[in-house]
């Protein structure tokens, strides 16, 4: 079935060319890497995304896919996003057909999507957990400005428990690119501590740039977690302050995937919504990392 987009002229512009201003933008931002990827032959494995407005995280965005644009080839995008609506399984595989964007159709890979399915404890086939969801819909107008033709696999991820789950997932992702001979990517979509009320997050009390301070503070050692490849002590830190991490679960995939080839991420970008709106009372944290 086609998937159409739901945030489209929200989230992101609607119409294709202001779309393709609008990445461009985001690229070349002050916020951003400043630059559009160039032709290279780079190594990664894995990374992590923000999936909020281009506005306000895109900039952070762009650095990874300044990076994965500058990679060889990759068959297969694999894209673990947040299951915000609590529909589904703890793992919803979509199936099959086309996701829409204003810039195209992005095709699912069928066949890998199946082979996770078949091959997991946990996945199971779902598009109702799909099909409002943004997580996974914001990184593709990004892809589709970097390649003209590629196949992904979306899945989601709902539950706080998920250990086990993004262990199962990780290596079945392995397990099933190696069986398929196909050279896949891993894209964790999560923004990093939703600070304040509108949030459900304690706000600090202080000056802008007291809140600022902690914000960075919270959400740098998580990242140091992340970077370090230290799963269990990142779900510890997420669970002992109740942190916002709103794709944690995504998160903790990709790390046990980026443990199986590499011993370290790196931290390509960090800062907050704040930074952008001026306002510090009820910011995102967004983080730019790729392994």
């Not at 099959?96 to 082979?115: C, H, M, N, Q, Y």
């Not at 304690?202 to 914000?215: H, M, T, V």
Request: with cysteine; net charge neutral.
């Amino acid at each position: 079935m086609d998937r159409l987009p739901v945030v489209a002229g929200q989230f992101y512009e609607k119409d294709s060319k202001k779309l393709i201003e609008q990445i461009k933008s985001c690229f070349l931002s002050d916020f951003g890497p400043k630059s559009l990827p160039k032709k290279d032959s780079k190594d990664y494995f894995a990374a992590i995304v923000p999936h909020a407005g281009y506005i306000y995280s895109g900039p952070a965005a762009a650095h990874v896919y300044k990076e994965i644009g500058e990679m060889k080839k990759v068959d297969t995008f694999i894209i673990i996003g947040t299951n915000h609506s609590g529909l589904g399984p703890s793992v919803s595989v979509y199936p099959s057909g086309r996701w829409i964007t204003p810039l195209g159709d992005v095709e699912v890979d069928d066949v890998f999507a199946k082979e996770i399915v078949e091959t997991s404890k946990f996945a199971e086939f779902d598009t109702q957990a799909h099909l409002h969801e943004h997580s996974i819909e914001v990184q593709l107008p990004f892809l589709q400005f970097l390649f003209k033709d590629f196949k992904f696999v979306p899945i989601v991820f709902r539950g706080d428990d998920v250990l086990e789950e993004a262990r199962d997932l990780a290596d079945t992702i392995y397990n099933v690119s190696k069986k398929l001979k196909k050279n896949v990517f891993v894209i964790a979509s999560s923004d990093f501590t939703h600070y304040g009320i509108a949030y459900g997050f304690i706000p600090f009390f202080g000056s802008s740039d007291e809140i600022k301070k902690k914000l960075y503070a919270l959400d740098k050692k998580a990242i140091e977690e992340i970077i370090n490849l230290h799963e269990m002590n990142f779900l510890r830190y997420v669970h002992s302050l109740n942190l916002t991490i709103c794709g944690f679960a995504p998160i903790i995939a990709t790390i046990f995937y980026a443990k199986k080839f590499v011993k370290k991420g790196k931290l390509l970008k960090y800062y907050c919504s704040g930074d952008i709106s001026g306002d510090y009372e009820n910011c995102v944290g967004y983080g730019a990392i790729i392994f």
